[in-house]
Protein backbone atom coordinates (compact mmCIF):
# COMPACT_ATOMS: atom_id res chain seq x y z
CA UNK A 1 0.00 0.00 0.00
CA UNK A 2 0.66 3.68 -0.09
CA UNK A 3 1.78 5.39 3.39
CA UNK A 4 1.90 8.97 3.76
CA UNK A 5 3.47 11.18 6.72
CA UNK A 6 3.33 14.41 7.65
CA UNK A 7 5.06 17.18 9.58
CA UNK A 8 5.28 20.91 9.88
CA UNK A 9 2.18 21.55 11.92
CA UNK A 10 1.80 23.12 14.74
CA UNK A 11 0.42 26.84 16.76
CA UNK A 12 1.51 30.04 15.43
CA UNK A 13 0.61 33.29 15.95
CA UNK A 14 -1.57 35.33 13.29
CA UNK A 15 0.35 36.72 10.34
CA UNK A 16 2.91 34.08 10.83
CA UNK A 17 4.41 31.34 8.72
CA UNK A 18 4.46 26.78 8.76
CA UNK A 19 5.90 24.54 6.11
CA UNK A 20 3.90 21.41 5.60
CA UNK A 21 6.01 18.54 4.09
CA UNK A 22 4.64 14.72 3.19
CA UNK A 23 6.62 11.86 2.19
CA UNK A 24 4.66 8.68 0.11
CA UNK A 25 6.13 5.31 0.30
CA UNK A 26 5.15 3.99 -3.51
CA UNK A 27 6.58 0.64 -3.87
CA UNK A 28 4.76 -1.40 -6.49
CA UNK A 29 2.52 1.63 -7.46
CA UNK A 30 1.93 4.64 -9.67
CA UNK A 31 0.87 7.92 -8.12
CA UNK A 32 -1.35 9.89 -9.99
CA UNK A 33 -1.67 12.82 -7.75
CA UNK A 34 -0.70 13.86 -4.95
CA UNK A 35 -1.67 17.24 -2.28
CA UNK A 36 -2.98 18.54 0.57
CA UNK A 37 -6.35 18.90 1.61
CA UNK A 38 -7.77 20.64 5.46
CA UNK A 39 -10.49 20.17 7.54
CA UNK A 40 -11.42 22.66 9.95
CA UNK A 41 -13.86 21.17 12.85
CA UNK A 42 -17.85 20.85 11.59
CA UNK A 43 -16.31 21.72 8.21
CA UNK A 44 -16.33 19.54 4.91
CA UNK A 45 -12.53 18.49 3.87
CA UNK A 46 -11.12 21.01 1.25
CA UNK A 47 -8.46 20.56 -1.49
CA UNK A 48 -6.04 23.10 -0.92
CA UNK A 49 -2.91 22.12 -3.62
CA UNK A 50 -2.25 19.33 -5.79
CA UNK A 51 0.80 17.46 -7.73
CA UNK A 52 0.59 15.39 -10.84
CA UNK A 53 2.79 13.54 -13.00
CA UNK A 54 3.38 16.82 -15.20
CA UNK A 55 4.74 20.06 -13.13
CA UNK A 56 2.88 22.20 -15.74
CA UNK A 57 -0.23 20.87 -14.44
CA UNK A 58 -0.29 21.10 -11.07
CA UNK A 59 -2.74 22.72 -8.84
CA UNK A 60 -3.13 25.25 -6.20
CA UNK A 61 -6.57 26.73 -4.62
CA UNK A 62 -6.38 30.71 -4.20
CA UNK A 63 -5.89 30.88 -0.12
CA UNK A 64 -5.58 34.78 -1.29
CA UNK A 65 -2.24 34.42 -2.93
CA UNK A 66 -0.77 33.09 0.86
CA UNK A 67 0.15 29.32 0.13
CA UNK A 68 2.35 27.53 -2.45
CA UNK A 69 2.89 23.98 -3.27
CA UNK A 70 6.13 22.53 -4.45
CA UNK A 71 8.21 19.01 -4.34
CA UNK A 72 9.40 16.02 -6.51
CA UNK A 73 6.32 13.97 -7.91
CA UNK A 74 8.54 11.25 -8.72
CA UNK A 75 9.95 10.94 -5.38
CA UNK A 76 6.66 11.32 -3.72
CA UNK A 77 7.22 14.59 -2.04
CA UNK A 78 4.68 17.19 -1.31
CA UNK A 79 5.46 20.51 0.33
CA UNK A 80 3.18 23.56 1.49
CA UNK A 81 4.43 27.10 2.25
CA UNK A 82 2.25 28.81 4.22
CA UNK A 83 2.92 32.71 4.76
CA UNK A 84 0.43 34.79 6.46
CA UNK A 85 -1.91 32.94 8.54
CA UNK A 86 -4.87 33.99 9.82
CA UNK A 87 -6.88 32.14 12.60
CA UNK A 88 -9.30 30.99 9.48
CA UNK A 89 -6.64 28.81 8.27
CA UNK A 90 -7.27 26.60 11.63
CA UNK A 91 -7.19 23.19 10.58
CA UNK A 92 -6.21 19.37 10.21
CA UNK A 93 -3.85 19.01 7.25
CA UNK A 94 -3.84 15.54 5.01
CA UNK A 95 -1.68 14.35 2.84
CA UNK A 96 -3.46 12.39 -0.16
CA UNK A 97 -2.22 10.15 -2.73
CA UNK A 98 -4.28 8.60 -5.68
CA UNK A 99 -2.21 5.64 -6.71
CA UNK A 100 -2.70 2.46 -9.00
CA UNK A 101 -0.85 -0.42 -8.71
CA UNK A 102 1.33 -1.46 -11.85
CA UNK A 103 -0.73 -3.00 -14.69
CA UNK A 104 -4.18 -2.09 -12.94
CA UNK A 105 -6.69 0.54 -13.79
CA UNK A 106 -8.18 0.94 -10.69
CA UNK A 107 -7.89 4.46 -8.51
CA UNK A 108 -7.29 4.15 -4.99
CA UNK A 109 -7.40 7.03 -2.93
CA UNK A 110 -4.48 6.71 0.32
CA UNK A 111 -4.62 10.18 3.28
CA UNK A 112 -2.12 10.17 6.15
CA UNK A 113 -3.04 10.66 9.19
CA UNK A 114 -2.75 14.64 9.81
CA UNK A 115 -0.85 17.44 11.43
CA UNK A 116 -3.20 19.80 12.93
CA UNK A 117 -2.18 23.72 12.25
CA UNK A 118 -3.74 26.62 15.25
CA UNK A 119 -3.56 29.74 14.11
CA UNK A 120 -3.89 32.04 17.35
CA UNK A 121 -5.33 35.98 17.29
Known amino acids: QVQLVESGGGLVQSGGSLRLSCVAS????????LGWYRQAPGKQRELVAQ???????NVVTSMDGRFTVSGDYAKGIIYLQMNSLKPEDTATYYC???????????????WGQGTQVTVSS
Open 96 to 110: NAVARRFGRSQLIDY
Open 26 to 33: RTGFTIDR
Open 51 to 57: LRGDSTN
